[in-house]
Structure formats: structure tokens, C-alpha cells
Nanobody, 129 residues
Framework: EVQLVESGGGLVQPGGSLRLSCVGS??????????MIWVRQAPGKELEWVSS????????YYSDAVKGRFTISTDNSKNTLYLQMNSLKPEDTAVYYC????????????????????RGQGTQVTVSS
């Protein structure tokens, strides 16, 4: 069974930065076999796709809301997915989840579907002064 565990959330002032981590574990879990995705859910709102990466190709994808401010990356030696978030805004406040898509579908990588093989429990990010 694959497990994804997020960390790194917290309270930050507008304009600040946070780095989220997502550690993957389980039998034969390997980032090269999954599209890795960050999504978020603000209070009272639906899930929103944030960013994706397929480490085997090096391709990364970002929503317009975070492009230029967030950077997604992986450290395959540590089975860890990262999301570096800079220039944070109050509208970035949400619970952030990492997810893994074993089909490595374009739909998942571009945020056109929220059906994943695995998803973590989330980490809260609050941007407020």
C-alpha cells in the first residue's frame, strides 16, 4: 500500500514563503512510475489543481493562479515531492494535498481530473497578516 504524507504547512504573512513536502512510501513506490500532483482546497470551495510533475521526463505544469510563484520538484533519492511557494497571497490559504497518478495521464497532470491512485491527508496553509 502506498502512503503519501504531507508536511510543511503553517501560518505565513502575505508575501512570505513556505515549502511543502510529501513523502511517498510503500512497496516499490517510485516517482518515475507516477505523475505527482499538488491540489488544494480552500474552505467552502472545491478541490483546485495547483501543479504537477512527471519526474521521469522532467515535465512540470502549473495553474495560472500559481505560475511564477510556486515551484514543484522531486528528490527521488528521498521519495519526496516538494512545492516551494513564494509571494504567498491570502487566496492561497487552503489545505494542500499531494496525489499520485499511476496512469500518468495528461488529464491528471493538467488538472482535468481529480481521480488519483493515492492522495495524502493534507497540510494546512494559512496566509494572513
Amino acid at each position: 500500500e502506498v502512503q503519501l504524507v504531507e508536511s510543511g504547512g503553517g501560518l505565513v504573512q502575505p508575501g512570505g514563503s513556505l515549502r511543502l513536502s510529501c513523502v511517498g512510501s510503500g512497496f516499490l513506490f517510485d516517482f518515475d512510475h507516477y505523475g505527482m500532483i499538488w491540489v488544494r482546497q480552500a474552505p467552502g470551495k472545491e478541490l483546485e489543481w495547483v501543479s504537477s510533475i512527471y519526474s521521469a521526463s522532467g515535465n512540470t505544469y502549473y495553474s495560472d493562479a500559481v505560475k511564477g510563484r510556486f515551484t514543484i520538484s522531486t528528490d527521488n533519492s528521498k521519495n519526496t515531492l516538494y512545492l516551494q511557494m513564494n509571494s504567498l497571497k491570502p487566496e492561497d490559504t487552503a489545505v494542500y494535498y499531494c496525489a499520485a497518478d499511476g496512469t500518468i495521464s495528461e488529464e491528471a497532470l493538467l488538472g482535468l481530473t481529480y481521480e488519483y491512485d493515492y492522495r495524502g491527508q493534507g497540510t494546512q496553509v494559512t496566509v494572513s497578516s
